[in-house]
């Protein structure tokens, strides 16, 4: 068989027929169809299920249809009709599972019974939840060192298992609470608490119908928030500016055909989305951001308009560290910022004006800024710029941090965090009666340090898919295996479950669909898109077995198993959610009558928005930042030198969700029938010497020694800046070194490392 990728020409419109018919296509290969349409239409409906897709929200009127193609791909995997069984698990070894490809392993379909690995016979077979309890109870328990505990969780869980979570583990004894966050947007909030006060945007979804410019920096909406293309698709219409700043041209930016819009799909039409495109240099958006408050303050001082550019009274009554980040600015010539950056001076000129001329600009920005070494003072840097004109707080402008899992915000603000702000841990003390740890715990990637370490012991994980998604498979790999215990609560099986401790166990549970019927009752839980919305979601398929539990009902079986009902009274939580809800508005404020607020159709904001005056940082003000430029934008600042060395960064197709990969096809960028590809600039070929559908292998320039390759990867041509090269996430993680993180973050570099390009020997 050929391992050809056929590559085309990358689509220059997202949405339109492409999407219905990939939406029809998922819902086929999923269950009966009247029964996934009836689910899929409940949807982010006010008596539905909050999509588990991303973290985009819902407007206060909801139409009928609040799903995309990403959400109905999501459902339609929940609801399969397929199960882990028996008779499958006895028939493959763990070994031998390992050899199935990541889609394979999700396509057995839903686990059913709580499952424990049997290290003589390789294989997990079926346990009763009694005993699975017992035993990872007594674990826990035997844990003389509590430290060497560690609650991963991935951030589609709801509020009430994510709080429940943390407390489980904090009054356990350990302060490790690594996340998928550790490994997304932790720069976005460090950023932002730094900043203004509070780890959260300050834009709200109606906001975008209100704004005059929008810029996105380093974030693919056509693939990763495809109902955000609807809001800019109006605001391209009634003549707002929308700016992007990638260093690919993605199909989204480009046009998009609404799927809603019956005219548009009749006529095969589709609306043009940016305004502008700048392709900024792999990490060179903080160069970029400093030239346009460079060129707003240089217009400034020479008077060139006859009103100031920057808003004076804000500053004043608001901020600290103006005069700082004026001398930073001085202090940055614009050749650096030129050299940085790889845009021109006259372009970045022509972003600020777009700029300044705004009366009310949104800031949107993804992983392209997160995942960097400088990621937090790239952000701080955005965040100057939105400050200097006054622009948090007003409607229609401000911060807006695109997060990517369904709850990813909300399970930060329930404290499932290794350094959550100290006024929560402080009221968690008060409200539960214990002594929590205060210094900070273990994020992803000093995790796996810790586990190679043998200073790990025990993993537990509430969903997500450690090993896939965290940096240096290998090693990860190696890591959890190293465990004496390792717990997943899991949906569907997935390769993390294959890498077994001493000892390992499966937890099955309900998905976001299903029915959750407790002791008092069918129960709801809550969660919190990226505005701050807090939203109820109820189940109502029947569960995929009689045998699931819920997050919640494993969590209090775990936590009642390991400390007992004496601190926290757990099978009162588990009975009836609104018990952990009261709890959650104890400790957090903005939880103010939680229980009704959430069974309002809309929801209601989990914090108020910013209104200037008081400011949630240690000085009471709002605080510009005045970091030097990065003297590299890669780890290896020797590497650039050489040939055939590249920054690369990883990235997602429309086909996968995470370490979830749909197909193996990414339609807008024209690749289909396989993902180890390397999308790459056509002069770098050329001087690299390699064809398009070259094969060639990658390899990491690694400050460890250690070797990192992932072999075989054919060659695109495509519009990228030279020196850059992509390639998809997971297949690539192997070779993203576990010590390369973000500064103050420890956010894995995987939009940065650097790498060098060979041709591949194997023949193809
Ligand atoms: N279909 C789908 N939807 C998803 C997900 C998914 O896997 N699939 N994942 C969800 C999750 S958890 C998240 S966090 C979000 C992720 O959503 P995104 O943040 O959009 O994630 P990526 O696909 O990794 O895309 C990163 C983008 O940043 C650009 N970029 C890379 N480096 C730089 C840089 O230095 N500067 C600039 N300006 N741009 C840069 C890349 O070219 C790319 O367009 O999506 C969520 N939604
Ligand atoms: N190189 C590189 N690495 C990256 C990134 C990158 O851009 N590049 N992105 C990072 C980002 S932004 C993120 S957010 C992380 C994602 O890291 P994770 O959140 O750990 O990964 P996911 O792939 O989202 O998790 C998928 C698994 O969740 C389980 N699951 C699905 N639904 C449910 C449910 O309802 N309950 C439970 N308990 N389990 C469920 C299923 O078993 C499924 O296999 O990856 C990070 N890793
Ligand atoms: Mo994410």
Not at 632 to 647: I, M, R, S
Not at 700 to 727: C, H, K, M, W
Request: aromatic share 8%; proline share 5%.
């Amino acid at each position: 068989m050929s391992d050809k990728i056929i590559v085309k020409k990358p689509m220059a419109s997202a949405g339109g027929w492409g999407a219905v018919w990939s939406c029809g296509q998922a819902l086929l290969q999923s269950t009966s169809i009247p029964s996934s349409f009836k689910t899929v239409l409940k949807t982010n409906q006010p008596d539905g299920f909050v999509c588990p897709g991303c973290a985009w929200g819902v407007p206060e009127e909801p139409s009928s249809i609040e799903f995309c193609e990403n959400g109905v791909k999501a459902v339609a995997r929940e609801i399969c009709e397929n199960r882990v069984t028996e008779p499958f698990l006895q028939e493959f070894t763990v070994s031998e599972l390992q050899t199935f490809s990541d889609f394979d392993l999700e396509d057995q379909g839903r686990l059913t019974t709580p499952l424990r690995y049997n290290r003589m016979t390789d294989r997990y077979s079926e346990i009763t939840w009694a005993e699975a309890f017992k035993e990872i109870g007594a674990e826990l328990r035997a844990l003389k060192e509590r430290k060497e505990a560690v609650f991963y969780a991935s951030g589609r869980t709801s509020n009430e298992a994510a709080f429940l979570y943390q407390l489980f583990g904090r009054l356990y004894g350990t302060n490790n609470f690594p996340s998928s966050t550790d490994m997304c947007h932790e720069a976005s909030h460090i950023a932002l608490e730094e900043a203004i006060g509070s780890s959260f945007g300050t834009v709200r979804l109606e906001d975008f119908a209100k704004s005059d410019a929008i810029f996105i920096f380093g974030h693919n909406p056509g693939s990763n928030h495809p109902r955000m293309l609807n809001e800019l698709r109006s605001a391209n219409r009634r003549g707002a500016q929308v700016v992007s700043f990638n260093p690919l041209k993605e199909c989204g930016l480009e046009r998009f055909s609404d799927p809603k819009n019956q005219l548009e799909m009749m006529r095969f039409g589709s609306t043009p989305i940016a305004s502008h495109f700048f392709t900024p240099k792999s990490g060179g958006d903080m160069a970029a951001v400093r030239g346009m408050a460079k060129a707003i303050l240089t217009w400034e001082y020479e008077r060139i308009l006859t009103h100031s550019l920057i808003d004076r009274v804000f500053i004043e009554e608001n901020c600290n560290g103006f005069e700082s980040y004026e001398k930073a600015i001085e202090l940055t010539p614009w050749k650096d910022i030129e050299d940085q950056s790889g845009l021109t001076r006259d372009e970045i000129e022509q972003a600020a004006l777009i700029y300044v001329q705004a009366d009310r600009p949104i800031i949107t920005w993804g992983t392209g800024l997160s995942q960097h070494k400088h990621s937090v003072a790239s952000l701080r840097e955005i965040m100057n710029l939105l400050l200097l004109c006054g622009n948090i707080g007003k409607l229609g402008a401000g911060a807006c941090p695109m997060l990517g899992h369904s709850n990813a915000q909300g399970m930060r603000r329930m404290g499932v965090s290794s350094s959550p702000q100290e006024s929560f841990l402080e009221s968690l003390e008060q409200v539960f009666n214990f002594e929590v740890l205060k210094d900070d715990g273990a994020g992803a990637a000093a995790t796996v340090k810790l586990m190679n370490e043998n200073k790990v012991r025990i993993f537990l994980g509430l969903g997500g898919n450690f090993t896939r998604a965290a940096p240096d498979t290998d090693l990860t790999e190696e890591a959890m295996r190293k465990c004496r215990l390792t717990v997943h609560i899991a949906t569907k099986l997935n390769r993390s479950h294959l890498m077994p401790g001493s000892l390992s166990y499966i937890l099955p549970c309900l998905g976001r669909t299903e029915v959750d019927e407790q002791r008092m009752g069918e129960q709801l839980v809550s969660v919190e898109d990226l505005f701050s919305k807090v939203r109820a979601s109820y189940g109502f398929r029947p569960p995929a077995s009689e045998s699931l539990k819920s997050e919640v009902a494993i969590i209090c079986g775990l936590a009642r198993a390991t400390l007992g009902n004496k601190d926290v009274n757990w099978s009162t939580m588990e009975s009836d959610y609104d018990h952990i809800r009261e709890k959650i508005e104890e400790v957090l404020s903005g939880f103010t009558g939680f229980n009704s607020q959430l069974r309002s159709p809309s929801g209601f904001d989990a914090s108020p928005r910013h209104s200037g005056g008081t400011w949630a940082t240690g000085s009471g003000r709002a605080m510009f930042s005045g970091y030097p430029l990065p003297l590299a934008t890669t780890l290896q600042k020797t590497a650039k030198a050489k040939k055939l060395t590249f920054t690369l960064q990883s990235i997602r197709s429309i086909d996968q969700f995470n370490t979830s990969v749909h197909s193996q096809n990414d339609r807008y960028r024209g690749i289909f029938g396989g993902r180890k590809v390397v999308f790459i600039n056509p002069t770098d070929m050329r001087r690299a010497g390699l064809a398009a559908g070259a094969k060639v292998d990658i390899a990491t320039i690694s400050e460890d020694g250690r070797n990192r390759r992932a072999l075989d990867f054919q060659i695109v041509p495509y519009e990228i800046p030279e020196g850059s090269i992509a390639s998809y996430f997971p297949e690539v993680n192997v070779l993203f070194p576990v010590y390369s993180t973000g500064d103050q973050s420890g956010t894995p570099t995987s939009k940065a490392i650097p790498v060098v390009l060979t041709k591949s020997r194997r023949r193809t």
